[in-house]
């Protein structure tokens, strides 16, 4: 039975083991082989065998892993502030050349100290960084005739062939010790993740191991710790992800592959290419190419709207997702090989990628449409004055059935063209009015930085404003699946009348939700304007927990299965500390989600790694004292994002009736321009 139990669960054999105390001595980690190897062990001193592998492999890597002390360059990584401290390093050479996690290192420290292990404290400085795994490589200043223990060299292509995936490891680290270091068990669960950078692991991952190896079975170092995250938008934010159960490590394969580069002082950054599909879903294909962004590798090289990406650097493409993975190892500098179909041609391109592309900007119209009815196209219901539809002359009730000779079937064709558009050529309309079609020129220019003026209310006969006893928004609770949150939804009681409806997703202040004082504060503007105002509470009334940031994802995916959500009108919201979510949850959804609102809260300072990029547009409002918020409003400007800050005394952000309304509703109404 006990036998039966450990093949079902290895983890099981762990727990025995330590619980035994045969590897108790050494921590909470292990380097077991398969547990199926001491089901059929009869040998008495197997374990012990074992046990002293174990001891071998983790003191063999005790004697690469250094404790590295800095000192002063104060700086804040998402909430946590980064000052002087020790950290971990990995020596790559015995002449003392040290790789490390770019955690601590992201700005410069005063000072830097290394415990080497003789016990002396030697001084070393950054010599570069790598951006895209988050690493840094440091040379530690040694004495005549010094040298020091370094990590062996493998021969690459036996480790490359080994079968990684659900083999024993160990995550090491000297932050809390200049001799032991700290050691986790747990077994690579992938390969090839954080974008093909980066092996995962279940061990405990956290800033007390970045920078430090992980280590198999025979001693040998598979990858160096580091604070990388599938999805990171804003600087520093990965460090977070380490209570999620999942940590990574970039292969040292990779490291050694870059190590001379890095060794004359380069830093590394991401490849980007600036190509832009017209399906931003990761999981989408075959991947359409609905244009470029003006000045990037991807045009320069010269894609079409229309071409099919089918390889990229030798692997098929068929979803977007496989586009990004052979992207995600190809550093700024290095070449990515496409191959597209072009109607009934292959065509083959080379692209250089950079660091940067040009910042792309929202670009802007000035137009109010509606899907036509009984017709193709889209009609124009509101022309913004002094704008580029404006100064086209563009009219009211007047049906947009192409641009630049692809027809506009649906918000979706419109949307991309526009998104795509150069700012010295203007796009060519074909327009129907009174059943004659005439071609308009009209020059886009980029998204304003105010709020919208107010526009005519479009529809309001269908859309009914709310008499007595007739009102205009009801309550309707969401189920989150087996999430302990609560959560409901204010939507519009007259819902079939609304072709698609604008969804805001809250995180309110940790606490219990008053419901009927949301819909009191809600309801006009759901009912009005066509709107669902979706909040969920925190499962602990004191505070917001990280794993709690996919509440965002899990209720869009609810409601859109209830309801029509117009893709220009997603939006997270939150208030109080509920906004920090927000400002994360919106950027690992930037392909989903078109504006990020927050209210009262206050604002670390924070720098964007993600530029803005076509489709995957996100305009922010962050509502409360302006001064503090200026640094993010300057940074995610920088970015090229739509970005405002609206002044108000937010004393309480919990109390509905201390919010400026008006203009919230303005900016959320905004969205839906073109």
Partial sequence: MVAMHYQSSPWALQIFLVAAGLIGGLGVYSLLPPPATLLHAQEPGLIELEQQALQAAANQADAFIVQIETFGGLERVGEEIIAEGPTTGTVLTADGWIISSLYSFRQQPDSILVNLPTGRRAPARIVSRDFSRELALLKVDLQENESLASVPVYDAAMQDATELVGSWVVAMGKTYSTEIASRSIGIISAQGRAYDRALQTDAKISPINYGGPLIDVQGRVLGILAPLSPSTFFEGDSSQIYDSGIGFAVPLADIRQRLSRMQQGNDIYPGKLGLVAEDQNELAGPVVVAGAVPGSPAGKAGVRPGDIVVEANGKKVQLLADLRQAMGPVDAGEFLELTVLRGPDRV????????????????????????????????????????????????????????????????????????????????????????????????????????????????????????????????????????????????????????????????????????????????????????????????????????????????????????????????????????????????????????????????????VRQSNFPLQSIDYLLVGEEQPLQAAIEALRKAGFSALALPAAIAQPEKWDSHPMDQIARWLEGLARY
């Fill in 348 to 607: 083959d391109m080379r692209c250089e990628l950079t660091r940067e592309i040009p910042i792309y900007q929202r670009r802007f119209l000035g137009l109010r449409l509606a899907a036509a009815k009984d017709a193709e196209g889209l009609v124009v219901t509101a022309v913004e004055a002094n704008s580029p539809a404006s100064m086209s002359g563009l009219r009211m009730e007047q049906r947009i059935v192409a641009c630049n000779g692809r027809k506009i079937l649906s918000a979706k064709d419109l949307r991309r063209e526009i998104a795509v558009a150069e700012l010295d050529a203007p796009l060519l309309l074909e327009v129907i009015s009174d059943d004659q079609s005439e071609m308009i020129p009209i020059r886009a220019t980029t998204w304003p930085n105010e709020l919208a003026p107010e526009l005519a209310q479009v529809d309001m006969v269908n859309r009914g404003e709310a008499q007595p006893g007739n009102p205009a928004a009801k309550v309707v609770d969401l189920a989150l699946g087996d999430m302990p949150n609560k959560g409901f939804a204010i939507v519009p009681s007259n819902i079939a009348k609304h072709d698609d409806l604008g969804l805001l997703i809250l995180y309110p202040q940790p606490g219990p939700l008053d419901r009927d004082r949301a819909l009191e504060h809600w309801q006009s503007f759901v009912g009005n304007h066509g709107w669902i105002i979706a909040i969920v509470s925190s499962s602990d009334d004191k505070q917001w927990k990280l794993d709690e940031l996919e509440l965002a994802e899990r209720v869009l995916g609810r409601l859109q299965t209830s309801y029509a959500i117009d893709p220009a009108r997603i939006v997270v919201g939150g208030l109080g500390v509920g906004g920090r979510l927000a400002l994360i949850a919106g950027g690992m959804m930037r392909e989903k989600v078109a504006g990020v609102l927050t209210v009262g809260t206050q604002l670390p300072a924070f720098q």
